[in-house]
């Protein structure tokens, strides 16, 4: 089984969007992700700056990129998580 990568991607222009606006923005990068090759695994909002926060596996950070692009928000940052701490961090810490 291949592993893709892990990517926490951070974009804002959420601030005071309704739960509607959320769900909608959801489904517009469900229609892109599975093209790109992308899995969004989680997601999170901070009402108070109005930034979404998403974890995603995927074949890059271009793909990852691409599926907020196409969605219509695109994300401003997207950094790739290769250390589990909670898994992966003594073994990464011993090698």
């Keep these: 089984m291949i592993v893709m990568p892990t990517f926490m991607d951070v974009h804002g ?29 989680r997601g999170w909002l901070d009402p108070a700056s109005g930034l979404v926060f998403r974890l995603a596996r995927g074949p890059s950070r271009e793909a990852v990129l691409r599926v907020h692009e196409r969605a219509g928000h695109p994300a401003t940052e997207v950094y790739e998580l290769p250390i589990d701490l909670l898994q992966d961090a003594p073994a990464a810490i011993m090698a």
């Excluded at 909608?24 to 899995?39: I, M, N, P, T």
């Design 13 to 41: 222009g959420f601030a005071g969007a309704t739960p509607q606006e959320l769900a909608a923005a959801h489904e517009a990068d469900l229609a892109f992700a599975a093209e790109e090759g992308v899995h969004l695994e």
